[in-house]
């Protein structure tokens, strides 16, 4: 793999050849640009590509009021306020401006830069795209304001500055001779149509004829992220003639918007030679929901050095030398001694611990055993069913010797369902209380993933399957060492090894035969019991095996489960052909 990376360099020398679009990307914990797992997902990716040296640039929003900032009333609801930043502390404004038509009103756009530096002190520039600017309307303005805020319109307008406006400003910066566009989910989709319109020799060809399409088809790499339908972006024909006019002909609109409207995600697919989903599972997933397409499955990762404890950072540091630049060296973890990874790991949890009893007032122990959650509060990641059986979680909080639970997520401000789910498991902590230890930590952002996922004993993850497409807040866990109990889902599939790096909720499926079907009262039996009877007796009885599993948490899956090795396999097959 270190070959491909080494040729591309070669090939490519110092000028930057792949263009990654996404619609939110989280590197920073006071740059508020992402909402959660795709955002971050994709700050990991440009961290390792700086890393590496991969010659690329990203492309973004840049959302001046963030996603929002959560936080509870007296009765449990999620309010939202606005998260206020300011841009230029972090970043630096570009001269260049373009614009771009929307709703027959010219819209200035601006960049902001920043350049995320790797270990090696390669610079990898991100750009933010941005319509706050005097020139603009009010309305226009706001375009930028909030990451997925308001209705379809709103959408549709800022797909149309970060696929449109995003590519126009790259060319007005002098990227002439991008090689690939990434991109990352379907929200830059747009992209394609300035590239088939660039591609076209005089301006007067239908941009898809069949010559300009197989050129678009070279130059593009698409990630699917999601194998739920409500998850790939849908927008009515009349909305699209409406906010983009005579952008397209009307031969075109009737080829881009066929049946009920645009679909984002088919665009994509339609436009892109390099197609994948993000897990093996989720490439088979793929491949049924969008039947025609070849659909590849580079299964997702973490930036291990961005995401280890500082204690665990030190004790790879003491065994590990080239961890950080090669994060396969965490294979030989077995050679660390599993005092030294229990030691490491128990500051870490001293830390959360202390932190949490400080800001709520509370006495968690960090002598006790502590399961984390925490996620996008959806329904179909379930976040609600360790509580199913109240009565069944005191009796295994009286009888294992302690049991401690921490939760965290946002709920998206229009997903009612997601505020009433944080409502209902508020509701049944505080019915808990007087056995044990429970908390809901407000506002899950970056800073505070960073301490949940080295902090705790155990991480919890049990959505509906197959609707988890990768999932990463695991593989963050693993590298510090905490084992997962999860449904057998997404990167788990691949990642899970029973009594070796953790425990599944779900049964495995048998190999050529269908998935078995898990009732949901059967799922809940058994992760009860895996706790009860296996979980926490290892923990308290076993010490030993259990460091033995935080050992192979790191050694198997932290030294796969990265974006160092995503991003080999991105460039070996979809960057460098």
């Not at 010659?55 to 306020?81: A, C, R």
């Not at 930043?85 to 972090?90: A, K, M, Q």
């Not at 933010?128 to 309307?137: A, Y």
């Not at 899956?557 to 974006?563: A, K, L, Y």
Request: charged content about 25%; overall charge neutral.
């Amino acid at each position: 793999m270190e070959y491909g990376i080494h040729k591309m360099k070669q090939l490519y020398k110092d000028t930057v050849k792949i263009a990654y679009f996404s619609m939110e990307i989280g590197f920073h914990e006071e740059i508020p640009t992402y909402s959660g797992g795709l955002g971050i997902l994709a700050g990991d990716t440009l961290r390792s590509c700086a890393d590496l040296e991969v010659p690329i640039l990203g492309v973004t929003l840049i959302s001046n009021k963030g996603y929002f900032i959560q936080k509870f009333d007296d009765k449990g609801m999620q309010i939202e306020e606005p998260c206020e930043w300011e841009i230029s502390r972090f970043m630096q404004e570009v001269k260049q401006r373009v614009s771009v038509r929307i709703n027959g009103e010219e819209v200035i756009v601006r960049a902001w830069r920043y350049d995320l530096q790797g270990i090696g002190g390669h610079l990898v520039p991100i750009y933010f795209m941005d319509t706050d600017l005097e020139e603009n309307s009010p309305e226009m303005r706001k375009i930028t304001h909030r990451l997925y805020g308001g209705d379809r319109r709103y959408r549709l307008s800022q797909e149309i500055i970060l696929g449109i406006g995003g590519y126009r400003i790259l060319k007005q910066l002098g990227y002439y001779d991008i090689a690939k566009y990434h991109m990352n989910e379907g929200h830059s989709a747009l992209l394609t149509l300035e590239l088939r319109k660039d591609l076209t020799d005089d301006g007067t060809w239908d941009i898809f004829d069949e010559k300009v399409e197989k050129k678009v088809h070279n130059r593009c790499v698409f990630t699917t992220h999601t194998p739920v339908p409500a998850g790939h972006d849908k927008f009515a024909t009349d909305l699209v003639k409406e906010l983009l006019g005579d952008y397209l002909t009307e031969a075109e609109y009737k080829k881009m918007c066929p049946g009920e409207g645009l679909n984002m995600t088919l665009l994509a697919l339609n436009s892109s030679k390099y197609i994948n989903g993000v897990a093996k599972k989720h490439g088979e997933i793929s491949r049924e929901m969008f039947p025609g397409f070849r659909i590849d499955s580079i299964t997702n990762g973490i930036h291990t050095a961005f995401w280890s404890s500082e204690p665990m950072k030190r004790l790879f540091d003491k065994y590990l030398v080239e961890w950080k630049k090669d994060p396969f060296t965490l294979r030989n973890a077995f050679n660390i001694p599993l005092e030294e990874i229990w030691a490491a790991h128990h500051e870490a949890k001293g830390e959360l611990v202390s932190g949490i009893n400080k800001k709520y007032g509370l006495s968690f122990d960090r002598e006790k055993f502590t399961i984390g959650f925490a996620r996008r509060i959806t329904a179909y990641k379930r976040p609600y069913m360790f509580f199913s059986d109240k009565d069944r979680i005191r009796k295994i909080a009286e009888s294992s010797g302690g049991l401690q639970v921490i939760f965290a997520g946002k709920a998206h401000p229009k997903d009612h369902e997601g505020k009433k789910i944080i409502i209902e498991i508020k509701k049944a902590m505080a019915e808990l209380s007087d056995k044990m230890n429970v908390v809901y930590l407000e506002n899950y952002n970056m800073a505070l993933a960073k301490k949940l996922v080295a902090g705790v004993d155990l991480w919890l993850n049990n959505p509906q399957p197959p609707k988890e497409a990768s999932g990463t807040s695991g593989m963050k866990a693993g590298v510090n060492g905490i084992p997962n109990l999860s449904i057998l889902d997404g990167w788990w599939l691949e990642g899970h090894v029973e009594n070796v790096t953790g425990w599944s909720i779900n049964e495995r499926p048998s190999i050529g035969k269908p998935a078995a079907v898990n009732s949901r009262a059967k799922e809940l039996q058994n992760l009860y019991d895996k706790l009860e009877n296996v979980i926490l007796p290892t923990y308290y009885d076993n010490r030993e095996g259990w460091m033995r599993i935080m050992q192979n948490s790191i050694g198997f899956n932290g030294s796969f489960f990265n974006t160092h090795r995503m991003v080999y396999q991105y460039v070996l097959s979809a960057y460098f052909d």
